[in-house]
């Protein structure tokens, strides 16, 4: 098993940045997968982005591709979203997952992943 915390969040004014950091614990950090979710009041959890073990292929959701990028640090056992021209739209507790099976591509839905963090809160005014 492997535990998950995120940190980072706060809020930011519109057209701002944030970075997301995402340690992990418990397993060997580059057996997994690792994605960004977020949930906003009233709506489903939804993708963010996602990277493979030795992070050489990510995949962003529309909404964010060009503005986020999701980076590893296997030897630090780290995962970071870095989230520029942010939008009020863009404002949810994001959580990072962790994802144990091997496929051949990123997972991007909610069950194809095993371990999730607590989340962080990220409010965008405008």
């Known amino acids: 098993q492997v535990q998950l915390v995120e940190s980072g969040g706060g809020l930011v004014q519109a057209g701002g940045s944030l970075r997301l950091s995402c340690a992990a614990s418990?397993?060997?950090?580059?057996?997994?997968?690792m994605g960004w979710f977020r949930q906003a009041p009233g709506k489903e959890r939804e993708f963010v982005a996602a990277i493979s073990r030795s992070g050489g292929n990510t995949y962003y959701s529309d909404s964010v591709k060009g503005r986020f990028t999701i980076s590893r640090d296997n030897a630090k056992n780290t995962v970071y979203l870095q989230m520029n021209s942010l939008k009020p739209e863009d404002t949810a507790v994001y959580y990072c997952?962790?994802?144990?099976?091997?496929?051949?591509?990123?997972?991007?839905?909610?069950?194809?992943?095993?371990?999730w963090g607590q989340g962080t809160q990220v409010t965008v005014s405008s």
């Open positions: 997952a962790a994802d144990r099976a091997w496929r051949v591509r990123v997972g991007v839905s909610v069950d194809e992943y095993d371990y």
């Open positions: 418990g397993r060997t950090f580059s057996n997994y997968a």
